[in-house]
Each structure stands twice: as C-alpha cells, then as structure tokens.
C-alpha cells in the first residue's frame, strides 16, 4: 500500500512539474507573439498614417516590445 502511495505522489509531482513547464512556456509563446502582432500593427499604422493607441496593447504585448527594444538597443 505504501509502494502505491509513494508512486501517484511521484506521479501527481511529476504531472505538477510538466503543468508548470507548459504554462511557463505557453506564457513565453503569447508574449512574443503579443510583440509580434504588435509590432506588425505599428509597421502597419505606419503605412497608413495611423498609429497604434498604447491602451489597445496588452501587459504582454508592451512587456515584450520593451524587452526587444532592450535587447536590440543593447546590440
């Protein structure tokens, strides 16, 4: 009986461990495409003559047009 407790602890941890993972990733992958949609936006309203309100911008989206921003002007 112990075998068997010990097991589905390990496995509820294990299932823990990958659920955290997937949502850590997951978050990554709507930020940058938060970025890149914002950014195709801006390219967009540039063309048009019309820019892109701040309010219209997600957390992600700002967060992650900071960062490339950052990492770009950082060379």
């Not at 978050?27 to 936006?41: D, G, I, M, P, R």
């Not at 967009?44 to 911008?57: D, F, K, L, M, W």
Request: charged share 20%; with cysteine.
């Amino acid at each position: 009986m112990n075998a068997l407790i010990y097991f589905l602890l390990g496995l509820i941890e294990n299932l823990a461990v990958q659920t955290r993972a997937w949502a850590e990733l997951t978050q990554k992958l709507h930020n940058c495409w938060s970025a890149t949609v914002h950014e195709a936006a801006v390219e967009a309203g540039e063309h048009t003559g019309r820019p892109v309100p701040i309010e219209a911008q997600s957390d992600g989206a700002r967060l992650a047009s900071k960062a490339y921003t950052k990492r770009t002007a950082l060379g």
